[in-house]
């Protein structure tokens, strides 16, 4: 039976739910906000699965394979201003329904709720574009997978690592019809701290049509985030100022089990990983930064084989595998935790959002300032030369 003494230990991943031969493991929130699986000892039968199919439990060395590594943008400018990055994801996806296949990602429902879910049309795929800061709920999405993945269709699975591997345990053994698509994460904030977050937002803005974490309107060096209410009004801050990033950024919200993340490194066992590359310049000065461009590592023959089969629908080059992780933190280093944090959950059930963010997020002048200058910054396009400088 599994049983979790420390937070740290348990990353979410639902693996454990989906597991269950008889539903004795429910999802239940905590105080922070972050789901932690509960056991109803009396219909349980011991029958040790959920410990079986644990990631952190059952962790394994990652392979050290040939990797060959891409920057990518989607050539379909619609597809790439929609996307987080250089619509990667959308090349990969959109090839395994050509396929007859099904693809699960994430979206945001309209009572703005993050979970998997899957799509089977590639004018569906625009429901996952775009990065979500809130970790998803899987659901019983690993169960789905597996039934697809037996009736013989090509499945596409797209999450965090510890989703991916979480689903690997749970499905226990590979399929050659699976494809599993990585995300380099830096940590996932908590769903009960965003549900009352886009409550107050809603409060204040009324019904929001859409959320964009990661909208590229301003351009792909300074995304923001933009909240969309129905009268057609946008409301736009960066991590400067946008309040949930800057919750989120800070290290105040996110997941214990991401300050200790058994699953950052280069090597894994996905068949793709897909991030960001701000500095596109760097590999080929031809591909246009305001757009936005994806690194992609490939690890394995399969992710290769469907790579030669897309690569006509991106502006691509070749790079190097070992300069495209060089200085990507993210990927082998956990996150710390804000040094408040402690406090800022003590509070969180007590006050108001509206309190939470004035005590420990205020808007200064000195933000606003700064929010402004980037904005005047940017519409003269020296935002992107002065991050070049720095970055250099």
């Known amino acids: 039976m599994i049983n979790i003494v420390n937070k740290v230990d348990c ?13 004795s ?14 056991v109803n000892q009396d219909t349980c039968v011991n029958c040790g699965l959920c410990e079986k199919v644990c990631p952190i439990s059952n962790c394994e060395t990652k392979k050290n394979e040939n990797q060959v590594a891409y920057l990518l943008q989607y050539k379909d400018d619609e597809v790439c201003k929609e996307s987080t990055s250089g619509g990667a994801f ?15 990602g994430v979206e945001m429902t309209e009572e703005y709720k993050v979970r998997h879910t899957s799509v089977e049309t590639i004018e569906e795929l625009k429901r996952f574009r775009n990065s979500k800061y809130v ?25 965090t690592p510890c989703q991916i591997e979480g689903l690997r345990h749970f499905l226990g053994k590979d399929y050659q019809n699976l494809i599993l698509v990585d995300v380099v994460c830096r940590a996932v904030p908590s769903p009960g701290v965003w549900e009352k977050y886009i409550q107050y937002e809603v409060e204040q803005k009324g019904k ?35 309040p949930w990033l800057r919750m989120f950024f800070s290290g105040m919200i996110i997941r214990p089990s991401c300050t200790d993340c058994r699953f950052r490194s280069r090597y894994r066992n ?20 305001r757009k936005g461009t994806t690194r992609v590592l490939i690890h394995s023959e399969k992710g290769k084989k469907l790579f030669a089969n897309i690569k006509n629908c991106f502006k691509y080059c070749e790079v190097s595998s ?8 993210e990927m082998v280093e956990s996150p710390t935790f804000h040094s408040k944090r402690a406090e800022f959950f003590s509070e969180f059930r007590i006050l108001e959002m509206p309190q939470l963010i004035q005590k420990y997020f205020p808007i200064t002048l000195k933000l606003e300032l700064k929010k402004y200058v980037r904005l005047g910054l940017n519409l003269v396009d020296l935002d992107r030369i002065i991050k070049r400088y720095i970055r250099n």
């Not at 959308?90 to 699960?104: D, N, R």
């Open 11 to 23: 990353c979410g991943c639902e693996a454990c739910y989906n597991a269950c031969p008889n539903e």
């Open 25 to 38: 493991i429910r999802m239940k929130s905590d105080e922070e906000g972050f789901l932690y699986p509960q």
């Open 90 to 104: 959308t090349g990969i996806a959109s090839y395994v329904i050509e396929k007859g296949g099904i693809v699960f």
């Open 135 to 159: 970790q998803s709920r899987v659901g019983y999405a690993f169960q789905q997978v597996r039934n697809e993945l037996k009736r013989g269709r090509m499945v596409c699975f797209s999450g």
């Open 208 to 242: 929001l049509s859409s959320i964009r974490f990661r909208d590229k309107s301003l351009g792909y060096q300074y995304s923001t985030m933009e909240l969309r209410a129905e009268n057609g009004k946008k409301y736009r801050g960066g991590i400067e100022s946008q």
């Open 270 to 289: 996905s068949d793709f990983t897909i991030w960001d590359c701000f500095p596109s310049y760097k590999y080929d000065k031809s591909f246009d930064e």
């Open 322 to 329: 070992d300069d495209v992780i060089q200085n990507v933190t």
